[in-house]
């Protein structure tokens, strides 16, 4: 199955919209892109979102196991499927290292090149930087594991012939983002050292960075009522697609 569009490339500032579950209302939706789950919308919906003349984004977590219709295929993999997720119940993380996942993850691929959709977003790649994983697992993942995954997720959706973004895991950035297209990251304005700036190598090669901050992150790490007022000046010059849930 080949998509036979060019490899679409997001630039810097395009607008956007998370919305993975819930119904979307077109006509009120004035954004260019739109992230959707690949397994919720159906290939009539990406129709419906492509005739309104929007990008489209289809999300699957390729780190953990997620209830999903291809679930019971993880684990016929020995040694797959790994120890619980703690944020997201009913979610266990992957050993991402073993060959036996690579077929399963081809496969949503090949879905997402069927319903047409622009590109993907690949979650939870970065379990390397989980603590928990680090402590409890006894042969736990390392930076060049998880650079191993993102080329080979990057590579193959190329194969494909559609576009591939990177998930968050910024602690491999400078390895990996020739590989993609566009990035997608979560509360960067939110950590200790809001690591929003390290994107603008990867801004100034004219690729889209998808932000988005959530309301909760956002009081608590940038001073509750001013929390928007300097959200705004931690961007300040970076050109990031950014939206507040």
């Not at 998509?3 to 919305?19: D, E, H, L, R, S």
């Not at 919308?41 to 005739?51: G, L, P, Q």
């Not at 968050?168 to 020739?178: A, K, P, Q, R, T």
Request: proline share 2%; with cysteine; aromatic share 12%.
């Amino acid at each position: 199955i080949i998509n036979t569009y060019a490899i679409w490339q997001p630039k810097p500032g395009t607008t956007w919209n998370y919305v993975l579950k819930g119904y979307i209302y077109l006509r009120a939706e004035r954004v260019e892109v739109l992230d959707v789950d690949l397994h919720k919308r159906s290939e009539e919906d990406i129709k419906n979102y492509h005739d309104a003349d929007k990008k489209v984004i289809c999300y699957f977590s390729g780190g953990t196991l997620e209830d999903r219709p291809d679930k019971d295929e993880f684990y016929k993999v020995e040694g797959l499927v790994n120890t619980s997720y703690n944020k997201l119940f009913g979610n266990y993380w992957l050993d991402i290292r073993k060959e036996g996942l690579k077929p399963i993850l081809k496969e949503r691929m090949k879905l997402a090149v069927e319903k047409k959709c622009d590109g993907i977003e690949v979650d939870n790649i970065d379990g390397y930087e989980n603590e928990d994983l680090q402590k409890t697992w006894s042969n736990p993942l390392t930076k060049q594991d998880a650079i191993n995954f993102a080329k080979w997720l990057s590579a193959t959706a190329h194969e494909l012939d559609f576009s591939i973004g990177l998930k968050n895991s910024l602690f491999m950035i400078d390895e990996v983002g020739d590989d993609f297209e566009f990035a997608i990251n979560e509360n960067c304005v939110s950590k200790k050292e809001n690591n929003c700036y390290l994107y603008k190598n990867f801004l100034s090669k004219g690729k889209a960075v998808f932000a988005i901050t959530y309301l909760t992150s956002l009081r608590k790490s940038l001073q509750g009522n001013n929390g928007i007022e300097n959200l705004c000046n931690i961007l300040n010059d970076l050109n990031l697609s950014m939206i507040i849930k």
